[in-house]
């Protein structure tokens, strides 16, 4: 179940959700450090992530699931969230450079529309950044925080359902090792915990990033399989026809 958008803001305005927002922001930037005359969608709720881009990106849209709820954002100019069911995109075929999925995936009772309807829009060289939390870590067991809502994931798990609907698997991370503690003391250690942690606990970060990409030929559904039937030749030599002569007396 979806999470309000107000708990979600709540969140993210809070010191948890600061030291969250720049942690994920600095991957995200990473892999993607500019969107310039880029298409930029995000999905679920992105607007903590999307705010960086707003000024260089050709076009920026947040997309609340229906469950979750909206509010105007941004602030201080016209509006670009929209209000939606994850399997019914109001987007075109074809036409969104990246797509940013958080808080989403976790959460989704359509799995595999929701990943159909993200393959659909995106463009054929499309790429997409998926981030849920680590069924290992420790954020997934914060029922305070969004992390610890819903279904959270293994990386082999993400790269089966991305491979499954179509998309190509690009590179991954596991990132948030600071500990789900609403300590200030331990958040300003958040820097130096980032840069030990993974080599002492690795794999156990508190959220998966993985980037995926839209590939028109990365493989076929089972149903579209080809099958190649052979059938067993017939014999084109004639029956012999019965002698239907009368015999003749004698």
């Known amino acids: 179940m979806y999470r309000t958008i107000y708990d979600l803001k709540d969140f993210y305005n809070s010191p948890s959700g600061e030291l969250v927002k720049k942690v994920l922001q600095s991957q995200i930037k990473q892999w993607w450090p500019s969107a310039k005359n880029l298409r930029l969608v995000g999905i679920g709720f992105t607007q903590p992530y999307l705010s960086s881009y707003l000024n260089e990106a050709e076009r920026v849209i947040s997309i609340s699931p229906a469950g979750q709820g909206i509010y105007p954002w941004p602030t201080a100019d016209h509006n670009l969230n929209a209000l939606a069911e994850e399997s019914e995109l109001p987007l075109e075929t074809n036409s969104v450079d990246r797509v940013l999925l958080i808080h989403s995936l976790e959460n989704a009772e359509l799995l595999k529309s929701n990943l159909q309807e993200i393959w659909r829009v995106l463009k054929s060289n499309g790429r997409l950044i998926v981030i849920t939390p680590n069924r290992r870590g420790l954020w997934a067991r914060a029922e305070w925080s969004p992390f610890g809502q819903g279904t959270p ?3 082999d798990q993400l790269r ?9 698997y690009e590179r991954s991370t596991c990132t948030l090792y600071t500990p789900p503690f609403r300590w200030s003391v331990l958040q300003k250690f958040c820097d130096s915990m980032e840069k030990i942690l993974p080599w002492i606990l690795p794999g156990m970060g508190g959220v998966h990033i993985v980037e995926a990409s839209k590939q028109i030929y990365s493989g076929l559904p089972s149903s579209a399989e080809s099958r190649v039937i052979v059938r067993g030749r017939q014999s ?3 029956e012999p026809v019965p002698d239907m002569r009368i015999p003749h007396k004698k």
């Open 153 to 155: 994931y293994s990386r």
């Open 236 to 238: 084109m030599l004639p």
């Open 160 to 168: 089966y359902y991305l491979r499954e609907n179509l998309f190509v």
